[in-house]
């Protein structure tokens, strides 16, 4: 029997196809059922198997489980490409960066369905990823990607997937913290090295202002005002990491490397740091890996040193310097204290120097105990004393009151 909103089944050609409500709306799709052995789903063969179909179907949508033909078929591939194409029109940054961390991820899940995707899966990928030889903090950003897609499409409207189908993606433990920094002497052993003047200003300047390697890169002259007695730089939003611009006054040597750069200013390049590069003269500065290595090998440097570094290093010495924190939170560019704080290194010299202070605070204080007479054990066993005496006092009034009254005093009254 079959009652009216059940839904029917009927036949296409060869196949068999189901008709059902949910949601209030009406849904056809080729009858389907699950194949113990095969372990898969498979086309309904006869109209029995199309009716198993249809009663399945309609157990989904009273039990809340329908998700519809479209989310079925979704595959990660269509949510990473709908990640992309946000971040495209917001304008985003880092998609570059989002594009090549999800080529991994495209590669092994990209056919899949999205409702495939399991926390095992992920592991399986982790697993793999690690097999080849990548770094937890690589896999961690690739899959960092993976989480954001499945994250957008489910806050949409409607949603393009279910929020509570959503996989749980945990990140692998990371332990390559990076703590390296340079001091003075490092620096001008490792500006020595380096050949050209226009890379020696821009790293001289890193280290002096704690900048991003992409935020100096892109300086320009329109950002400069000299018009006043001190200089300022103004970094607008569109070259910051943060999107907020910030303004830096030039005194001391950083004015001095700015004062280089209008001596080797070229007027058909608006940057500030630029270089000669394959004869072509106001080329920007972008990378100088060979040029980096040479020099760090050349001073004698760890060569695991890199220019972030740099950005550590004058977090530093403006902290070392007894320059206000927020002060340098607005020269480097940092957001948050808690960032500026990770970045204020503490190194082997520095806890020495604590120690060594420690030790001359403890030497100052008197090696022998100054215990005078009644202080301390003293002075409690006098209290102990004057204690007793004037619990035996009570008593002996108790006893007197009691002899002269022949009746015991209450409980509670001595």
């Known amino acids: 029997m079959r009652t009216r909103g059940d839904g029917r089944v009927f036949r296409r050609g060869a196949r068999w196809w189901v008709q059902f409500n949910a949601h209030g709306q009406q849904h056809r799709e080729p009858a389907r059922i699950f194949d113990n052995a095969l372990g898969l789903t498979r086309p309904a063969k006869t109209e029995g198997e199309a009716v198993r179909a249809l009663r399945a179907r309609r157990r989904e949508v009273d039990g809340g489980r329908f998700l519809g033909p479209q989310v079925e078929r979704l595959t990660v591939a269509e949510l990473l490409d709908a990640l992309e194409m946000h971040q495209e029109n917001k304008g985003i940054?880092?998609?570059?960066?989002?594009?090549?961390?999800?080529?991994?991820?495209?590669?092994?899940?990209?056919?899949?369905?999205?409702?495939?995707?399991?926390?095992?899966?992920?592991?399986?990928?982790?697993?793999?990823?690690?097999?080849?030889?990548?770094?937890?903090?690589?896999?961690?950003?690739?899959?960092?990607?993976?989480?954001?897609?499945?994250?957008?499409?489910?806050?949409?409207?409607?949603?393009?997937?279910?929020?509570?189908?959503?996989?749980?993606?945990?990140?692998?433990?990371?332990?390559?913290?990076?703590?390296?920094?340079?001091?003075?002497?490092?620096?001008?052993?490792?500006?020595?090295?380096?050949?050209?003047?226009?890379?020696?200003?821009?790293?001289?300047?890193?280290?002096?202002?704690?900048?991003?390697?992409?935020?100096?890169?892109?300086?320009?002259?329109?950002?400069?005002?000299?018009?006043?007695?001190?200089?300022?730089?103004?970094?607008?939003?569109?070259?910051?990491k943060n999107g907020r611009g910030r303004a830096l006054g030039l005194q001391g040597e950083v004015r001095t490397i700015i004062e280089r750069r209008l001596r080797a200013r070229r007027f058909d390049c608006p940057l500030i740091f630029h270089r000669t590069s394959k004869g072509r003269a106001g080329a920007p500065i972008l990378a100088f890996d060979r040029t980096w290595r040479n020099a760090l090998r050349a001073a004698k440097l760890p060569p695991s040193r890199i220019f972030h570094d740099l950005r550590r290093s004058a977090v530093r010495n403006l902290i070392r310097a007894g320059v206000d924190p927020s002060v340098a939170m607005k020269i480097s560019g940092h957001r948050t204290r808690s960032m500026l704080d990770r970045y204020n290194i503490v190194g082997e010299s520095e806890t020495a120097a604590a120690l060594a202070l420690a030790d001359a605070y403890l030497s100052?204080?008197?090696?022998?105990?100054?215990?005078?007479?009644?202080?301390?054990?003293?002075?409690?066993?006098?209290?102990?004393?004057?204690?007793?005496?004037?619990?035996?006092?009570?008593?002996?009034?108790?006893?007197?009151?009691?002899?002269?009254?022949?009746?015991?005093?209450?409980?509670g009254r001595l």
């Open 93 to 240: 940054r880092s998609l570059a960066k989002t594009r090549s961390h999800l080529k991994a991820v495209r590669t092994f899940f990209g056919t899949w369905r999205a409702l495939e995707v399991t926390t095992a899966s992920v592991e399986e990928y982790q697993r793999q990823r690690r097999a080849l030889g990548r770094a937890p903090a690589t896999i961690n950003r690739e899959l960092e990607s993976l989480r954001r897609a499945f994250s957008y499409a489910s806050k949409l409207t409607p949603p393009l997937f279910p929020r509570h189908l959503v996989p749980t993606i945990s990140a692998l433990p990371v332990d390559n913290v990076r703590t390296g920094y340079f001091d003075a002497a490092e620096v001008a052993a490792l500006l020595a090295n380096v050949p050209h003047a226009d890379l020696r200003d821009f790293i001289e300047w890193g280290f002096r202002t704690g900048m991003r390697k992409g935020e100096i890169a892109k300086l320009e002259w329109s950002m400069l005002d000299r018009s006043g007695p001190t200089w300022v730089l103004n970094l607008p939003g569109s070259i910051t």
């Open 364 to 411: 100052a204080q008197p090696k022998a105990r100054n215990i005078e007479e009644g202080q301390f054990g003293d002075s409690r066993a006098a209290v102990g004393a004057e204690v007793l005496a004037g619990q035996r006092g009570l008593a002996e009034a108790g006893g007197n009151r009691t002899h002269r009254s022949g009746v015991q005093p209450g409980a």
